[in-house]
C-alpha cells in the first residue's frame, strides 16, 4: 500500500488507486476530462461514446470512493454539454450527489459552427482558399505534406495531420504558422490576412486551376471578393445561424461518500469528514440585517421586540462563483432590483398602561434596506492569469498552449493566447481552488485528486498546509505540477480537539514537504 505523504504519480488512477487503503482520504477535488476533445487533446476523448464514457469515468470514481472516508466530500468539474455524463458517473460509482457549483465567467472562446460557410463548402465555394494554394504550390515546388508538417511537430516530436487538415479545407494555420511557412519557404506575404486578399482577390496563382469553379474561372484578375460573405443562394439564407453558444459558466459536481454512521454528528466524531465548511467561506463581511425573533407583544405592540444587530461574519455561501468580470457585472446590475424588496419602517402605537405610556406613545421598528442584487454575495474569482499558470516555471521550455492534431487552432490562438512553460489548456486559479479545498476539507487533511493535471488542486492544498495525492497520465503534465507545489507553506497550530479519535491525524504526520 501507498503511504498517505505528499505525492503526485504519473499513471493510470484506476491502476494507482488500488494501491491505497480504504477509508484514506479526507476529500477529492479534480477535474476530469469532459469527454469532447477539447482542443484536440487524446485525453479528453469520448472513450467511443456516451455510454463508454460514462462507464471510463465511473470505474475511476468507484475506486475514488472506496479510498475515501465515509461523509468525505468532492467537488467534481465538468463542462455544461457533458456535466450528465460527470454526474451519471458519480452517482453509478456510488455518490450521493448533493449540489452543482457554477462558475460564471466573461472570457471564452466561441466554437460554433458557421452553418453558411458550410453551406458554401458544399457549394464549392470560398471555402478552403488556403488548402488548395498550398496543394498547388507544394506540387509546383516539388514539397511534401510531411516537410511543412515537421514544422509543427506534436508534443512528443512526431508529425500532426496538420497540413492534410489545411489542404482538406477544415480550418486555417494560425498566423505563427502561416508566417513560419512564409519564412521557410520565403513567401511574398506578411501575413495570411494579404495572402487571402492576394490569392482570392487578385487570382495571382491563377485562380481558375486552383478553385476550379464557374464563379472563379469567368471572373477578372482584379476583382475582390469578400471571403466572410455567404457566396450561394443558400447559404445568405442561413447567415448567421451557428450551432453553440459562447461557454460562460463551468460546473463542479458536489457529491459525499455515503456516511457509515446514522447521523452526520456522529460520522463527524468518527471520521472527521460529514459537513461543509459554512464559516470558512462566507462572502464578505457587510453588515447583514438579522430580522427580531422576540414576540414581546407586552411592551412592544405586535411587532418583535429583539434588536436588530449587524451580522459581520459574512453572507452564506452560494452555489455560485463569479469572475468579476464586465460582462458578469453589467448582468448582475442590470437585473439585480429585481431580487428582493425593502422591509418599510413601522410606526407602532405604544398603548398599554404601563409605564405611564398613552395613547400618543410610539416608536419605529423593523427597517431592512432592499438588495440591489449586488454580485457581491458572491464568491469573486477570476481565472487564472498566465503569471499564475507560469509561475516557478521558468526552467521549462516554452511551447504553445494550444497544439492540436485533429481540430483547428481557430480563435484560440488569434486571440492572443502566447506560448508560455505551463502549456495545460484548463488551468484553473489558485483562489478557486483554495476556496474550494477550503468548502469540503477538514483542518490538516488529506485530499485526493485523480485527475491532478499541472497541479492547481495540489498547489492550493499545499498552500492551506494539507496533504495532497495527486495522479496524471500525462509525464509533462506531472513535472509541471511538480514544479509548482515545490513551495514552502506556514503550518498552523493545531485545533484543540476534545475527542481521542486515532482518525483525526496529528500536524507532524502531515508536514507539508513534497
Known amino acids: ?92 460509482a456510488g455518490f450521493e450527489i448533493r449540489d452543482v457549483v457554477h462558475h460564471l465567467f466573461g472570457s471564452g472562446f466561441p466554437k460554433s459552427l458557421d452553418i453558411s460557410k458550410q453551406i458554401d463548402k458544399r457549394g464549392g465555394n470560398n471555402v478552403g482558399w488556403f488548402g488548395n494554394w498550398l496543394r498547388e504550390f ?33 480550418n486555417l494555420p494560425s498566423p505563427e504558422q502561416f508566417n513560419l511557412i512564409c519564412k521557410t519557404y520565403k513567401l511574398p506575404f506578411s501575413n495570411i490576412e494579404e495572402a487571402e486578399r492576394e490569392i482570392i482577390g487578385k487570382n495571382i496563382f491563377g485562380a481558375s486551376s486552383i478553385f476550379g469553379s464557374e464563379i472563379y474561372n469567368n471572373r477578372k484578375d482584379t476583382k475582390e471578393l469578400d471571403i466572410t460573405a455567404p457566396s450561394t443562394p443558400q447559404a445568405k439564407q442561413w447567415s448567421g445561424w451557428g450551432t453553440a453558444l459562447k461557454p460562460a459558466v463551468e460546473c463542479w459536481w458536489l457529491v459525499r461518500k455515503p456516511l457509515s454512521e446514522t447521523t452526520v454528528a456522529e460520522n463527524v466524531l468518527r471520521w472527521g469528514t460529514g459537513g461543509i465548511n459554512i464559516n470558512e467561506c462566507r462572502v464578505g463581511n457587510d453588515n447583514i440585517k438579522i430580522n427580531g425573533q422576540g414576540n414581546d407583544n ?70 431592512n434596506p432592499k438588495s440591489d442584487g449586488s454580485v457581491a454575495r458572491f464568491f469573486y474569482c477570476a481565472k487564472a492569469s498566465p503569471s499564475e499558470k507560469n509561475e516557478v516555471c521558468e526552467s521549462l ?57 499541472s497541479g492547481s488542486t495540489l498547489k492550493a492544498a499545499n498552500t492551506l498546509c494539507h496533504n495532497y495525492v495527486g ?44
Open 1 to 92: 500500500m501507498r503511504s498517505n505523504e505528499n505525492q503526485i504519480i504519473c499513471g493510470d488512477s484506476l491502476q494507482e488507486l488500488k494501491k491505497f487503503s480504504d477509508n484514506t482520504f479526507d476529500s477529492m477535488i479534480t477535474d476530469p476530462p469532459a469527454g469532447i476533445s477539447f482542443m484536440g487533446k487524446e485525453w479528453d476523448n469520448s472513450k467511443g461514446g456516451r455510454i463508454a464514457w460514462i462507464q471510463w469515468l465511473s470505474s475511476i470514481m468507484q475506486e475514488s470512493l472506496r479510498v475515501m472516508k465515509p461523509g468525505a466530500h468532492g467537488l467534481v468539474w465538468s463542462l455544461p454539454r457533458t456535466s450528465h455524463w460527470t454526474g451519471c458517473a458519480l452517482e453509478d
Open 298 to 367: 407586552l411592551f412592544h405592540g405586535n411587532f418583535s421586540g429583539k434588536i436588530d444587530n449587524p451580522n459581520r461574519i459574512g453572507r452564506f455561501p452560494a452555489n455560485l462563483i463569479h469572475d468579476g468580470s464586465d460582462v458578469v457585472m453589467d448582468e448582475f446590475m442590470k437585473y439585480g432590483n429585481h431580487n428582493s424588496g425593502e422591509l418599510k419602517s413601522h410606526k407602532y402605537n405604544n398603548y398599554n398602561g404601563y409605564y405611564e405610556s398613552t395613547k400618543d406613545s410610539s416608536y419605529i421598528v423593523g427597517y
Open 138 to 170: 507544394r506540387h509546383k515546388n516539388n514539397i511534401s505534406s510531411n516537410e511543412i508538417s515537421k514544422l509543427f511537430p506534436s508534443i512528443t516530436g512526431g508529425l500532426t495531420g496538420c497540413v492534410s487538415n489545411w489542404e482538406l479545407g477544415y
Open 471 to 514: 495522479i496524471d497520465l500525462n509525464p509533462e503534465y506531472c513535472e509541471i505540477a511538480r514544479l509548482r507545489c515545490n513551495c514552502d507553506c506556514k503550518v498552523p497550530e493545531l485545533p484543540i480537539i476534545s475527542i481521542n479519535s486515532p482518525k483525526i491525524r496529528p500536524l507532524s504526520a502531515i508536514g507539508c514537504v513534497v
Open 397 to 453: 521550455p516554452v511551447q504553445k498552449v494550444d497544439i492540436r492534431t485533429e481540430t483547428g487552432q481557430g480563435s484560440f490562438t488569434e486571440k492572443g493566447i502566447k506560448p508560455q512553460q505551463n502549456n495545460h489548456p484548463t488551468v484553473k486559479s489558485q483562489k478557486l481552488m483554495e476556496y474550494l479545498i477550503k468548502l469540503i476539507t477538514p483542518p490538516h487533511s488529506l485530499i485526493l485528486d485523480p485527475f491532478c493535471g
